[in-house]
């Protein structure tokens, strides 16, 4: 069950940093990383199989139930992957704790956008705008038809 947080009426620099950014970078670098995983996993999976297909086809004394399970495997590997789309989540979550690290970056050595006197509130807009956008695409990645390449989509 979740919890219900309070509303604060004003949240303060600090608080801003320690609260909401470095959170938000801590979380999309886990689950970066757990898509990585994943990814990895599932890749190799295929990958092997894959290899080991025609080796067991090959290899007298394999009974043929083998190779049509290792087929298998592999199938349901790159179906698994085509439907929870790791890698791309992986890049997706990578690059978001990439864009908020270098917004941190910028506003604690106050350059370039940071350099005036309303740097905290260009700092809360931009890091928001970047989540809100993260969400949008997350969302239409998980929802969208996958494309291949040269597939132009939906028409």
């Known amino acids: 069950m979740r919890e219900v947080l309070k ?14 950014l470095q959170q938000k970078i801590n979380e999309y670098e886990r689950k970066g990383d757990n898509q990585k995983h994943f990814y990895w996993v599932v890749a190799c999976t ?6 080991l297909v025609p080796a067991f086809i090959n290899i ?7 190779p049509t399970v290792t087929s298998l495997v592999v199938g349901i590997a790159l179906a698994i992957e ?4 790791p890698r791309e989540h992986w890049r997706n979550y990578d690059s978001i704790a990439a864009e908020l ?3 941190e970056m ?24 970047r989540i809100a956008a993260e969400r949008t695409d997350t969302i239409l990645m998980r929802t969208a038809p996958r494309q291949e390449s040269g597939d132009p989509g939906p028409r």
């Open 7 to 20: 509303v604060k009426k004003e949240r303060g620099e600090d608080e801003y940093l320690a609260d909401r």
């Open 46 to 51: 295929a990958a092997t199989g894959a290899a």
């Open 60 to 66: 007298t004394g394999i009974p043929d139930v083998v």
């Open 82 to 85: 085509g439907i929870f789309r």
């Open 101 to 103: 690290r270098g917004e």
């Open 106 to 129: 910028r506003y604690s050595t106050k350059i370039k956008p940071y350099a005036t006197t309303e740097s905290f509130q260009t700092l809360v807009r931009r890091v928001e705008d």
